[in-house]
């Protein structure tokens, strides 16, 4: 390409500014979404967790620690 016919670096600069911008605002309006699916999902391992304990615990009291824990996660966890 010839010289002063090419597109400067500021063009481009600007271009992919502007595309990181324009990803930002789409992305912005599916994040309550992902911040919920986070959120349940985080919620899950945690009760897998206690669960795992629970079958592996044979003392009464930590098991009776790990079944409150388990009723407040399940109270937590949005059905659905």
């Given at each position: 390409?010839?010289r002063?016919?090419?597109?400067?670096?500021?063009?481009?600069?600007?271009?992919?500014?502007?595309?990181?911008?324009?990803?930002?605002?789409?992305?912005?309006l599916?994040?309550?979404?992902?911040?919920?699916?986070?959120?349940?999902?985080?919620?899950?391992?945690?009760?897998?967790?206690?669960?795992?304990?629970?079958?592996?615990?044979?003392?009464?009291?930590?098991?009776?620690?790990l079944?409150?824990?388990r009723?407040?996660?399940?109270?937590?966890?949005?059905?659905?």
């Amino acid at each position: 390409m010839a010289r002063g016919w090419g597109r400067s670096e500021e063009d481009l600069g600007a271009e992919k500014e502007q595309a990181v911008e324009e990803k930002g605002a789409g992305s912005s309006l599916r994040r309550p979404d992902a911040e919920a699916t986070a959120a349940r999902r985080r919620l899950e391992m945690t009760l897998a967790h206690i669960e795992e304990q629970l079958a592996k615990n044979p003392s009464p009291v930590r098991r009776q620690a790990l079944e409150t824990a388990r009723s407040e996660l399940l109270a937590r966890l949005p059905s659905g």
